[in-house]
């Protein structure tokens, strides 16, 4: 691999490793967020005798932002769900030709579904003006999740997609001979 290859692989990953720091300490403080907020919707239900009415739509609100964030990290670390059992007997070109197709995949989706489809419902629900029950706040926060963790899983797809367009194919001990 060229000097230059190894330069480019090394910033992206560090520029990976700082968004996915930064991301984990927002997952970590949501879901802080998240413990006290049952932790006080139980306490009030029992101690006081009725729940706070807050407490179940924050909740919620802060599941969503997890879940998606969450998701996020997953893709940065590579941590996703994935059958790769049978990736593994391909020959190393297939199997780099289908890593790049699986990426590709990932990322059309990823477009498509969080920023083209989070953003418009974003949109619709901003434009209705519509507020939530409980909380004081636009309905469209609980759905800007979408689009906001779309636009992270973007960069770490393109991220690895880079990766593994200038990363070459190495054989195993005895892959390759026929």
């Not at 290859?5 to 984990?24: D, M, S, V």
């Not at 996020?72 to 020959?91: I, N, Q, T």
Request: glycine share 8%; hydrophobic share 55%; with cysteine.
């Amino acid at each position: 691999m060229s000097d230059t290859n190894e330069t480019l692989i090394r910033r992206l990953q560090a520029f990976r490793h700082g968004l996915t720091k930064i991301l984990q300490w927002i997952v970590i403080s949501l879901m802080l967020l998240l413990v006290i907020d049952v932790l006080w919707g139980v306490v009030s239900r029992y101690a006081f005798g009725q729940q706070a009415k807050w407490s179940e739509e924050l909740a919620r609100l802060l599941l969503v932002w997890v879940s998606l964030f969450g998701a996020s990290v997953a893709f940065a670390m590579k941590a996703h769900l994935g059958l790769d059992y049978f990736a593994e007997k391909l020959h190393p070109d297939a199997r780099k030709w289908n890593r790049v197709l699986s990426g590709l995949i990932c990322l059309v989706f990823a477009v498509l579904i969080f920023l083209v489809g989070g953003g418009e419902l974003v949109r619709q629900t901003y434009a209705s003006g519509q507020t939530m029950v409980a909380l004081p706040i636009d309905k469209w926060w609980g759905y800007a999740a979408l689009p906001v963790s779309g636009c992270f899983m973007v960069v770490f797809l393109v991220e690895h997609l880079i990766e593994i367009w200038v990363t070459p194919v190495e054989l195993k001990n005895g892959e390759g001979v026929r």
